[in-house]
């Protein structure tokens, strides 16, 4: 019963979630974790029986219709009982409308004696509401045994099914009784058209350059505009004469790594176009690579540009913008994520993994979008259809999003840096990148009777009712820096002490019975700033004049090490986010060294996530996002330890060493790291987060070069504001 609660929870959520390298469309192709996918869920009663591994669906990697695996189905369905599987999706972030013409369609290899009566019935779940189960054997043409069938059923069949909504889960269930064990294979479960292109693929696929680090082959092709080429599929071999289809990835992807076994070993690759009936073009001609092992420099420097190749490849060609869920129908933008591709992508630019004009290009493009895309008070949405340059609501409620917006400018500024030379393109761009700027009114976003306080979110239906202030150590600390820096609408000095270093509890209110703690405080802070800072009588002070405490309130000893904040309730992540801009050398105020706090937090939280039973023996790896210690549950996310690395360059260099050995073949492919994994539940993520990819890849370039902190350091109008607010050492 527990279980199904926490699977209606899944459900809910789904639409919160990310994709993996996939087509929208497709509910599953592979596990990527093999023995059992996590994505899964089984229940039998009485004397029915399905086989699972901890409740889900086993996996085989020795039988399958596209590589590398396939879902097993081996039940029992006796007349005094019942059983249950649902196949969950949760591939997108904007997930895939169902069309009233479209078909579900799968792959199924019976291997027992099983007639069509005997297989199962299937639904389909929309959050939470399910349709009509139908009889699969209903919509098998050619039935056999041992061979692949396809089986293809119009959604419009489906009793309860909603058009233009999104499927979170495909369901099956017993179907007539029998004392038998059968064995079912599923595969390449997802939906398609009617009519798809049927055009033949005559010409041979063209494999134009391998080439490798460390254990890790990189394959790039060249893909021809015809239609009905659904994908890529890549073979290997060892000895130029068995290859075995390795992987198969859609065609917006034009690159890809396989990591092999061994070093100084030759390997052999070929490739071949798909159709949408799965048939192959001739294959590519065969190239080899020999492997060898990847000094330190050279790995820090493939692991930074695996993840700044998601910012190049994942944007919407009209925008120029950053695009969640390449492949979607849908061409939403994203304002916050945005802000991180911007930063990733002058680092891949610096690299020359990007051309200096196609950089500059698409810079331009991102900056004429947003010069006419709906704002408020220069203040943008989260989200933007891409095409139309249109808010896109997700709960149909309008709202501005303040912390994304400080993300994207903050970045855009560090851009205009960037492109310094004296062009009248380069030259164009930092003026309109400037007009952006300049037109954002921050102390609107504030609140009335303490405008040293920013919120995060703002709506013109119930203004900041569904917003919490911004404040604490995490992002908040860039967006405050960057609101007191602004030349037409800036914050007072005073919102570094009343905004930023002030906890804003329960939307700005404190509790009465900590009156005295906060008053005393407040006179502490202002004696000790007040040759710095012009402060607010109000430190902290909520609109109605209740007192909120400093975030310097609580410092503490933990696992060793003195915590201003005393705590370590923000993720590495957050309180890394400031930093990924700012060079936190020098950055002293009254209160802390933020050189000194982010060596201390990265040193805690450590020893924290090693002395939890994440499921590793191994010290190196750790990196806890997100904790259920109920259902032990721990997400373990690899940005957080190996973007420690400027500050603690042994830590951050061995966990990045491990998290490749132990696990990067699951966990890394060409975009970098996926967003977690989880030890204990063989669970890993089908997706990757912008934040992370940027942190991993500007965190290890700043190390480097410091190159991003250099840009932003020299902006003007923030070199002001730091020299204002850091005490001079």
Not at 31 to 51: D, F, H, L, R, V
Not at 560 to 583: D, T
Not at 667 to 673: A, D, K
């Amino acid at each position: 019963m527990l279980k199904k609660y926490f699977y209606f929870l899944f459900l809910l959520i789904l639409p919160l979630l990310v994709r993996s390298e996939s087509y929208p469309e497709v509910l599953f192709d592979n596990s990527i974790i093999n023995g059992s996918y996590a994505k899964s869920m089984t229940n039998y009663t009485g004397e029915s029986w399905i086989q699972s591994v901890s409740q889900s669906l086993p996996v085989s990697d020795s039988l399958f219709f596209t590589p590398g695996n396939s879902l097993s189905l081996r039940y029992v369905s006796s007349p005094n009982g019942k059983w249950e599987a649902s196949i969950m999706n949760d591939k997108q972030k904007f997930q895939y409308m169902i069309s009233k013409d479209d078909h579900l369609t799968f792959k199924l290899f019976v291997q027992s004696n099983t007639d069509k009566t005997q297989l199962p019935q299937v639904a389909l779940q929309q959050n939470e509401m399910r349709t009509s189960f139908l009889d699969i054997g209903s919509f098998i043409d050619d039935f056999a045994f041992d061979t692949w069938l396809n089986v293809s059923i119009p959604v419009a069949k489906f009793e309860g099914i909603e058009i233009g909504k999104a499927v979170s889960a495909l369901l099956l269930e017993q179907n007539g009784t029998s004392a038998m064990t059968h064995q079912l294979f599923i595969d390449q479960i997802e939906f398609l058209p009617r009519n798809f292109p049927k055009v033949k693929l005559s010409s041979a696929a063209i494999l134009s350059k391998l080439s490798s680090v460390d254990k890790q082959v990189e394959l790039v092709w060249q893909l021809p505009l015809t239609p009905s080429i659904r994908y890529v599929k890549i073979y290997r071999s060892e000895d130029k004469v068995n290859f075995q289809p390795i992987a198969i990835l859609p065609i917006y992807m034009q690159k890809c790594l396989n990591k092999v076994n061994e070093y100084n070993k030759t390997y052999y690759y070929k490739i071949a176009w798909v159709d949408y009936n799965y048939v192959e073009s001739p294959f590519s001609d065969v190239r080899e690579i020999q492997t060898k092992k990847g000094t330190d420099a050279e790995m820090l420097g493939f692991i930074r540009d695996a993840h700044v190749n998601y910012f190049i490849d994942n944007y919407d060609v009209n925008s120029g913008m950053f695009l969640p869920d390449r492949g979607n129908r849908q061409a939403i933008v994203s304002t916050n994520e945005t802000g991180y591709a911007i930063l990733g992508l002058l680092v891949a630019g610096e690299h020359k993994l990007i051309s200096r004009q196609a950089l500059l290009s698409r810079l331009t493009r991102m900056v004429k979008f947003l010069e006419t895309a709906q704002n408020h008070h220069g203040v943008f949405t989260t989200f933007y259809d891409g095409r139309l340059g249109v808010p896109y609501y997700r709960d149909s409620i309008p709202t501005y999003d303040i912390r994304g917006t400080s993300h994207l400018m903050e970045s855009l500024l560090v851009a205009r840096e960037y492109f310094s030379k004296d062009d009248s393109q380069e030259q164009l761009l930092r003026e309109n990148i400037t007009k952006l700027w300049e037109r954002i009114d921050w102390p609107y976003f504030t609140g009335v009777n303490n405008t040293d306080v920013l919120w995060d979110k703002w709506s013109p239906i119930d203004s900041t009712a569904r917003s919490k202030p911004l404040g604490g150590f995490n992002e908040s600390l860039s967006a405050y820096i960057l609101a007191m820096s602004s030349p037409t609408h800036p914050l007072a000095a005073s919102a570094y002490m009343n905004g930023f270093a002030t906890k804003h509890i329960d939307a700005g209110y404190f509790p009465d019975d900590s009156n005295d703690l906060a008053t005393e405080i407040k006179m502490k802070l202002r004696d000790s700033l007040a040759q710095s800072i012009s402060l607010n009588p109000l430190i902290g002070g909520t609109e109605e004049g209740n007192p909120a405490v400093s975030i310097y309130a609580d410092d503490k000893v933990i696992f060793a090490k003195n915590i201003a904040g005393g705590n370590l309730a923000e993720s590495l992540v957050s309180v890394y986010r400031p930093f990924l801009l700012m060079n936190p050398s020098g950055k002293v105020d009254d209160f802390v060294d933020y050189q000194k706090y982010l060596k201390d937090y990265i040193l805690a939280y450590k020893r924290r996530d090693n002395e939890l039973n994440i499921g590793t023996r191994f010290t190196d790896i750790w990196g806890v996002e997100r904790a259920d210690s109920t259902h032990q549950r721990y997400l373990v996310n690899p940005a957080i330890s190996i973007a420690s690395y400027p500050f603690e360059k042994e830590i951050g260099l061995k966990a990045l060493r491990k998290f490749y050995e132990e696990y990067a073949d699951v966990l890394f492919t060409q975009y970098g790291f996926r967003a977690w994994i989880d030890i204990r539940n063989n669970d890993v993520s089908e997706s990757y987060r912008a934040r992370n990819q940027a942190t991993i890849a500007i965190m290890l370039e700043n190390a480097n070069s410091g190159m991003i902190w250099k840009l932003y350091e020299q902006i003007p109008e923030i070199k002001k504001t730091l020299a204002t607010v850091y005490l001079k050492k």
